[in-house]
């Protein structure tokens, strides 16, 4: 169905060359976008799987930095003139540890990546997004937050929650700021998947997380495909400044 079609469109997805990001990098691919992933390592083994669903292409980028951001947003002016349709903000961090030992260096880290380098990703990439929009299809901005984000948490990942509780707000506000500019934003609240970040949980009590689910399982890697092809489509040309949760129903039925 054309209703969910990305032909012709361009996506960036941060962090893409593993874990969640690399769930939406190969969706946006299967719906026929081309996309570019950025990764602070090699990712030649990520580019040359997501490479069997369409056009993509790696970047080097540590965007814990916004001198880094910007570069990027430089680099994909040059190789796309044309503009960019989509942009995931997708790279994180996580730092666990109690209260009494909490570092600065683990709030520092996580709000750098997490919440900082959305925001100032975002505004690099405004000129490329606005250049792709219409009004009939806006430019898209998809913050990927948690519903760690969204509740209390039964880990000791204080500043992960709050970052991505941040990261929700700041989708609402960009919503409101953004929309007269032709761009939607909006942000997916994963619960478990299997990531090499939730590797250690999952081990430790996967089979509680699944059972807190109605659904009685953890996401699979078309479960968050699904929900950023909708939110990248012409499905998604309406909505705006919402937190989707991904979690099957985790968060929405506590």
């Not at 997708?90 to 209260?99: E, L, R, S």
């Not at 619960?191 to 089979?207: S, Y």
């Amino acid at each position: 169905m054309d209703l969910f079609d990305l032909s012709g469109k361009v996506a960036v997805v941060t962090g893409g060359a593993r874990g969640i990001g690399q769930m939406i990098a190969a969706g946006l691919l299967q719906a026929g976008a081309t996309v570019y992933v950025t990764s602070r390592r090699p990712a030649d083994a990520a580019v040359a799987e997501l490479g069997t669903f369409g056009k993509v292409e790696a970047i080097a980028a540590d965007l814990s930095q916004e001198q880094e951001c910007v570069r990027l947003a430089a680099e994909l002016g040059e190789r796309e003139p044309g503009g960019v349709h989509i942009l995931v903000n997708n790279a994180g961090a996580a730092w666990g540890a109690p209260i009494e030992d909490f570092p600065a260096s683990g709030w520092d880290k996580v709000l750098d990546l997490n919440l900082k380098s959305p925001f100032f990703l975002t505004r690099a990439f405004l000129p490329l997004l606005e250049a792709a929009a219409t009004t009939d299809d806006p430019a898209r901005v998809i913050n990927v937050g948690s519903i760690d984000g969204m509740r209390v948490p039964e880990f000791d990942n204080f500043s992960y929650t709050a970052s991505k509780a941040g990261v929700h707000q700041m989708t609402r506000v960009l919503a409101k700021k953004l929309g007269p500019r032709g761009i939607t934003v909006n942000a997916i609240a994963p619960g478990p998947f299997p990531t090499k970040m939730m590797a250690a949980l999952l081990e430790e009590a996967g089979d509680e997380m699944a059972a807190s689910s109605p659904l009685g399982r953890i996401g699979r890697a078309e479960d968050m495909a699904g929900a950023a092809v909708y939110l990248s489509s012409r499905a998604g040309a309406w909505i705006t400044g919402v937190i989707l949760p991904v979690d099957g129903g985790i968060w929405t039925t506590l």
